[in-house]
């Protein structure tokens, strides 16, 4: 499993439910997943969606946004009880086959549902990925959720020689993080200006897969959330 060139974006303010962001897939990449994950900062409880659209026609307004992302985790910390500097991350996949005819563009569109104040959203596709089912342990084989108040941010993913171990990180008050030196980071975005409630950072990096496969990051200590994921190989 290989992945591609990762993207990365971030809203503030995102008060009209939805943030989006424009990706493109080269042409030939065979056997792809296409990963979305969301950071979200100072929002109050609610759902989210994602969708993939390649239309080109749609403005991400909520209605007819393309074909919808399978939810792989999601990870809170307060969002359940409080809106103030609660934390979420939220990863979507969707296995698009091998594209031909050309780069294939599209629109990823996030529905936060008028609850955040920031929204960070990163992107990135992968090749050479099992095209099984999303929701029964073919692509995803391994999923896990971890969270603390001091660094390093760390979990443990079950994996093999072949795939790819994927991970994603989050802080509640934007201290740079960084990303151990076995692991190369895909994307990161931080916010540390405004409101302290909205303050984040963010980042994703990934690891060759073996069987237990360490995934860690350090900044200076404070609350974090972090999601990691084994991709299969085809």
């Given at each position: 499993v290989t992945s591609g060139t990762a993207a990365s974006s971030q809203g503030t303010n995102v008060n009209t439910n939805l943030d989006s962001a424009t990706y493109t897939i080269p042409n030939t990449s065979a056997d792809v997943l296409l990963i979305a994950t969301v950071a979200i900062k100072d929002a109050a409880p609610g759902t989210?969606?994602?969708?993939?659209?390649?239309?080109?026609?749609?403005?991400?307004?909520?209605?007819?946004?393309?074909?919808?992302?399978?939810?792989?985790?999601?990870?809170?910390?307060n969002s359940a009880t409080t809106t103030s500097g609660s934390m979420e991350l939220h990863m979507f996949g969707l296995v698009r086959g091998t594209i031909s005819g050309g780069d294939e563009t599209g629109e990823v569109c996030i529905d936060v549902g008028v609850r955040s104040d920031t929204v960070a959203l990163?992107?990135?596709?992968?090749?050479?990925?099992?095209?099984?089912?999303?929701?029964?342990?073919?692509?995803?084989?391994d999923v896990v959720l971890a969270s603390?108040?001091?660094s390093p941010a760390t979990l443990d993913v079950t994996s093999q020689t072949g795939a790819l171990v994927v991970d994603v990180v989050m802080n509640d008050n934007g201290n740079a993080i960084t990303t151990d030196a076995s692991q190369t980071q895909e994307w990161t975005e931080s916010k540390t200006n405004g409101n302290t409630a909205t303050y984040f950072a963010a980042a994703q990096s990934e690891e060759a897969g073996a069987s237990t496969v360490t995934m860690s990051h350090t900044f200076t200590n404070t609350n974090w959330i972090q999601i990691g994921i084994s991709i299969e190989e085809a």
């Open positions: 989210i969606t994602a969708h993939w659209d390649t239309s080109g026609t749609d403005t991400c307004d909520g209605t007819n946004d393309g074909t919808p992302m399978v939810t792989l985790q999601d990870a809170d910390a990163g992107i990135d596709y992968y090749t050479g990925v099992n095209q099984g089912s999303l929701t029964d342990g073919t692509v995803i084989s603390g108040s001091t």
